[in-house]
């Protein structure tokens, strides 16, 4: 019976768990502070659930387009270097083997096993054996625009909708301290799961959100009570 390892690697989770929990991150944090700087600037509730819900949709919009060019942009350079190296097998198959041997030797094979180890994979897939172990792209990490984009803009969506849930149920008089509470309790949570998933420490993923949190929402409305005090918004 064939053994099964107990260890599961959290290694192949790394792209969309990158764009979900930064998705997310900023759509709490950014209506929060959105919302935070606009209702320190004595506007109306409405004014509030307004600027609010666009920037959910302006937000979750940017944050998948972004991504989207982003990842999109790399797995371009994947591509190219992969027709790169499928030219290089074309051309010089004996040199690719060398190199490939060489890089096997360098991790401790001895040399004539590194050159069969090469041979062997070569014969079995060679394009596959230079891409992963010379280019260093796999099937797990490869690049995925449109995962990447829809994991970014549906988790800022989400995120941002927790702060807006908050600033329509509440009393406009509580709405300040209700909102800032509760979205640096969801920023707390997120920064904990998100590096309990990643195998991180979560005092540290937790604390390190939380802190960011507090200062761009703290940033956020007292700009918007400045701004609101000088051209009297609101009054």
Same mark, same amino acid.
């Given at each position: ?7 599961? #690697? ?6 969309? =768990?990158?764009?979900?929990?930064? +998705?997310?991150? $900023? ?44 990842? #999109?942009?790399?797995?371009?350079? /994947? ?8 030219? @290089?097998?074309?051309? $010089? $198959?004996?040199?690719? @083997?060398?190199?490939? &041997? ?7 094979? $001895? ?7 090469? !041979?062997?994979?070569?014969? #079995?897939?060679?394009?596959?054996? #230079? ?7 796999? /099937? ?5 625009? *449109?995962?990447?984009? *829809?994991?970014?803009? %549906? ?8 702060? =807006? %849930?908050?600033? !329509? %149920? ?15 309790? %969801? ?5 904990? *799961?998100? &590096? ?9 993923? !937790? ?10 929402? +703290?940033?956020?409305?007292?700009? +918007? ?11």
């Amino acid at each position: 019976m064939p053994l099964q390892s107990s260890d599961k #690697h959290r290694i192949g989770r790394s792209g969309w =768990l990158r764009a979900a929990v930064l +998705g997310a991150d $900023d759509g709490i944090l950014s209506t929060a502070s959105l919302v935070l700087g606009v209702a320190s600037a004595q506007a109306t509730h409405t004014a509030i659930l307004v600027a609010g819900m666009a920037g959910l949709v302006a937000g979750s919009m940017s944050m998948a387009a972004g991504e989207y060019v982003s990842v #999109h942009s790399q797995a371009d350079t /994947e591509k190219a270097e992969l027709n790169r190296e499928r030219q @290089h097998l074309r051309n $010089d $198959d004996d040199g690719e @083997h060398r190199e490939l &041997a060489a890089i096997y030797a360098k991790r401790g094979l $001895d040399p004539n096993l590194a050159s069969q180890v090469a !041979a062997q994979l070569m014969s #079995h897939n060679a394009l596959d054996a #230079h891409a992963r172990d010379e280019l260093g792209i796999t /099937e797990t990490l490869k690049a995925r625009p *449109l995962q990447a984009a *829809l994991a970014s803009g %549906l988790s800022f969506f989400a995120g941002a909708a927790l702060p =807006l %849930l908050v600033v !329509a %149920l509440a009393p406009t008089e509580m709405l300040i301290v209700l909102v800032a509470a509760t979205s640096l309790i %969801l920023l707390t949570l997120l920064g904990g *799961l998100a &590096a309990y998933a990643g195998g991180a420490n979560m005092v540290r993923g !937790a604390w390190r959100i939380s802190f960011w949190g507090m200062l761009a929402m +703290g940033v956020t409305a007292g700009v +918007g009570k400045i701004v609101g005090s000088v051209f009297g918004v609101g009054g």
